[in-house]
């Protein structure tokens, strides 16, 4: 530890001499920071979240087992308990991949269509 504060608000902070920065916070909820890798925060509720350096953005809902990834390019992929995947793409459409392999495409008009896993994103294809 190369330095260690404490704050009005209740947050305390550790700088080790690797770069890494160690936070917590009074509702028992921390973040760890490595410069030029990764910023990853643990909330009290057991959510998890992940920034990466490349501005993907990895988000763990602990009450429901689900995963949820934004992309630089504006798409959330969710990742569902169930084995389901959905990709929501910023003008509307949504990609559904269902555990039993069907894949889906719902158009922002309503209507969906059935598609092969071959024309789906890359983002849902990761």
């Known amino acids: 530890v190369v330095s260690e504060s404490q704050h009005p608000d209740g947050r305390c902070e550790r700088l080790y001499a690797s770069g890494l920065r160690e ?3 009074a509702n028992g909820s921390t973040r760890l ?9 643990r909330f009290a509720n057991g959510d998890v979240k992940k920034v990466l350096p490349c501005g993907t953005v990895e988000y763990w809902y602990a009450e429901v087992s689900s995963w949820q990834v934004t992309h630089p390019s504006g798409v959330d992929v969710f990742y569902f308990a169930s084995g389901q995947v959905e990709a929501h793409h910023p003008g509307g459409i949504k990609e559904i991949l269902l555990p039993d392999g069907s894949v889906r495409k719902a158009l922002p008009d309503g209507r969906e ?3 092969s896993a071959a ?3 890359a983002e849902i294809q990761r």
Not at 33 to 41: E, M, R, S
């Open 113 to 115: 269509l059935a598609i």
């Open 33 to 41: 920071t490595v410069p030029g890798a990764a910023c990853l925060t």
């Open 119 to 121: 024309h789906l994103s």
């Open 23 to 25: 936070q917590r916070f």
